[in-house]
Every structure is written in C-alpha cells, then in structure tokens.
C-alpha cells in the first residue's frame, strides 16, 4: 500500500501551497506521518512529522515558522500548509508513515509518488 501526495504546483515566491496526502487500501490509524522532499540533485530530506493523534509536531528549521503539518482522522488525509515559499523550497514533496517519532528515512515507509513544488523567484 502507498500514499499519494497532491497538490504541488508552481507559486512565485512568498505564495502558499497546501499538499495533502492520502493512503489507498490503509488506514493511517497509529501511524506517525511525515513529509519529506527531494530537490533535483539532492538527497531526499525531511521536513515535518506529526504523531497519529496530532498532539505532537517537528518540522525541519528550513521550514519552521512557515510550514504546518495537520491530519484529519476522520478523512485518513494528511496536509502540509506551505506558506511564504522560497525558491529552496523547489523539490518533489513525498509523505510516508511511521510507527517512530523520527526524522530518519529509514524509519518510513509508504512511499509512493510525491508532487512537485516550484518557486520562482
């Protein structure tokens, strides 16, 4: 089973975007969900994680202050809402889930598609 993110696009820096991500064939339930993103060239990176029940959230310091993570249990989605983006920002964005409270790739798993995010400048 993977997840599906959606939602990217291309914003001039300083817009917003908001990404949702959603499992096919699976629940979220217990999970821990974390999005991660990939600019050409370079390694995919983490950038928030928020715990099944929403009551604890991490976010990478690149992105601090202007992401936030949320989820909705009931629609089993999850969301990413980008706001004062910079052309840094530009990457493949993917969520995935773990049973950890961690930063750490190896930790994930679920991968499935992500959806590019351009920022120009």
């Known amino acids: 089973v993977q997840l599906q993110a959606s939602g990217g696009g291309l914003v001039k820096a300083g817009g917003s975007l908001t990404l949702s991500c959603a499992a096919s064939?699976?629940?979220?339930?217990?999970?821990?969900l974390g999005w991660f993103r990939q600019a050409p060239g370079k390694e995919r990176e983490f950038v928030a994680i928020?715990?099944?029940?929403?009551?604890?959230?991490y976010y990478a310091n690149s992105v601090k202050a202007r992401f936030t993570i949320s989820r909705e249990r009931a629609k089993d989605t999850m969301y990413l809402q980008m706001t004062n983006l910079k052309p840094e920002d530009t990457a493949v964005y993917y969520c995935?889930?773990?049973?950890?409270?961690?930063?750490?790739?190896?930790?994930?798993?679920?991968w499935g598609q992500g959806t590019l995010v351009t920022v120009s400048s």
């Open positions: 064939g699976r629940t979220f339930s217990g999970y821990a």
């Open positions: 995935a889930t773990t049973q950890l409270f961690s930063t750490d790739i190896a930790d994930y798993d679920g």
């Open positions: 928020i715990t099944w029940d929403s009551n604890r959230s």
